[in-house]
């Protein structure tokens, strides 16, 4: 039997076509009101969520004092930010990685920081060379990179989200050949450097600027190459050259080497160099022979300002007595500028990020009051140190031609 089912009538087709009309507004007011919902909870989660820095350094090879003293001093800033509680009430994790002094490693790990690790921004390196190495990649990604102690003025040319905490090269080799040709009254100059190094070169190169203006001479220039062990043939040059100071802008573990076989070899005048000295390791490779050189540096611990000391006393009870470097300190200011940039932007947004960056003015660091010029250097003074029984010894502050007005915060 067929069985015959008639159409729907059209009354019926209209009720369900109504039905369908009703339902879709229906069904987009639901969906809009559960992404309102969702959208402050994604928002408050972000708001909660810690906020990752990366930091990279030379913890292990040739350099690797700079690397742990600017680790602890980045931990020591990342614990009082989050114990005074933290940036617009979150907390900050550090994500440590180890360049182990090479410029190749130093850029792995940093593409690996922003890429893995999804780090809002960048400290690192200590060495110039790995800063320079590293900074494309921050740049491309369009994270800020804050250079501690990396001196070589190319570094912040690599982009303009790379800035750095301390002065460059340019003002760090007048400041020594002031101090020379001023204070130590020297008109003839030797000049040993380490010709593969970013950081040397560049110190050499305004040095000699600087002390021609003086009226100062150099009488010769020799160079060695990192981790060599014999340094004589270069020395016994420069003493017959008779220099009344030999310049050295290089790192504590070929310097320290250099003065004790300078030493041996009767060229007794004053040895001058640049931050690139300060470590502990420097005495007890070079001992006695470092006394009487001079260094320039970022700060000195012995300053008896009340931040300086009141750094000073936190990290040695933090590190078993341990006395903070330029580079302990330098880190320390590197975390806490970005710190406040970070405040000042209310978001971690790389672009508004750098922006804030930038307008860096009258930061009151423990290195000195750091302002960011429109090439993202922080324009600060350097002070020189004497060398004397294991000790660096204040001698003197000298300020930048265009030193920020003191304001407060």
């Known amino acids: 039997m067929l069985r015959f089912t008639a159409p729907p009538s059209r009354s019926r087709r209209q009720t369900k076509a109504q039905l369908r009309s009703s339902l879709i507004p229906l069904l987009l007011l639901a969906t809009i009101g559960l992404t309102l919902s969702c959208a402050p909870q994604q928002r408050n989660a972000e708001d909660?969520?810690?906020?990752?820095?990366?930091?990279?350094?030379?913890l292990s090879g040739p350099t690797f004092n700079f690397g742990q003293s600017a680790m602890n001093g980045v931990l020591m800033a990342a614990d009082e930010i989050n114990q005074a509680g933290g940036i617009n009430g979150r907390k900050i994790d550090?994500?440590?990685?180890?360049?182990?002094?090479?410029?190749e490693a130093a850029a792995q790990v940093a593409g690996k920081l922003i890429s893995n690790d999804k780090v809002v921004a960048l400290i690192g390196a200590g060495a110039s060379g790995n800063s320079l190495a590293a900074a494309p990649k921050a740049q491309s990604a369009q994270?800020?990179?804050?250079?501690?102690?990396?001196?070589?003025p190319a570094v912040t040319q690599a982009g303009d989200y790379i800035f750095r905490a301390c002065f460059i090269d340019a003002f760090q080799g007048e400041v020594m050949a002031k101090f020379a040709a001023g204070t130590l009254k020297a008109k003839k100059a030797a000049i040993m450097l380490d010709f593969n190094s970013p950081y040397s070169r560049g110190l050499t190169e305004y040095f000699e600027l600087s002390f021609a203006k003086l009226d100062g001479q150099i009488v010769i220039?020799?160079?060695?190459?990192?981790?060599?062990?014999?340094?004589?043939?270069?020395?016994?040059?420069?003493?017959?050259?008779?220099?009344e100071v030999v310049y050295i802008p290089g790192y504590y573990g070929d310097v320290g080497l250099i003065a004790k076989q300078a030493r041996q070899l009767g060229l007794t005048v004053p040895l001058l160099g640049a931050d690139g000295w300060d470590a502990p390791e420097l005495w007890e490779l070079g001992g006695d022979s470092l006394n009487g050189s001079y260094i320039s540096n970022h700060y000195s611990a012995d300053d008896p300002s009340e931040t300086i000391q009141k750094f000073a006393r936190a990290y040695r009870q933090r590190y078993s007595n341990l006395t903070p470097d330029a580079h302990a300190a330098l880190a320390y200011d590197a975390l806490r500028f970005l710190a406040e940039a970070i405040q000042k932007a209310g978001t971690t947004e790389g672009p508004k990020l750098r922006d804030a960056l930038a307008e860096t003015k009258n930061f009151m660091g423990v290195t000195g009051i750091i302002s960011m010029d429109r090439d993202r250097n922080a324009v600060k003074p350097a002070v020189i140190l004497e060398l004397q029984d294991r000790k660096y010894i204040y001698q003197e502050t000298i300020q930048p031609?265009?030193?920020?007005?003191?304001?407060?915060?």
């Open 94 to 103: 550090i994500v440590i990685e180890d360049d182990k002094g090479s410029p």
């Open 221 to 243: 220039k020799q160079s060695y190459s990192q981790g060599d062990a014999d340094y004589r043939g270069q020395l016994s040059a420069i003493k017959a050259a008779e220099p």
């Open 48 to 58: 909660r969520a810690t906020i990752k820095i990366g930091f990279f350094g030379d």
């Open 401 to 409: 031609e265009t030193s920020p007005a003191v304001q407060s915060h």
């Open 143 to 152: 994270i800020p990179l804050i250079a501690p102690s990396s001196t070589n």
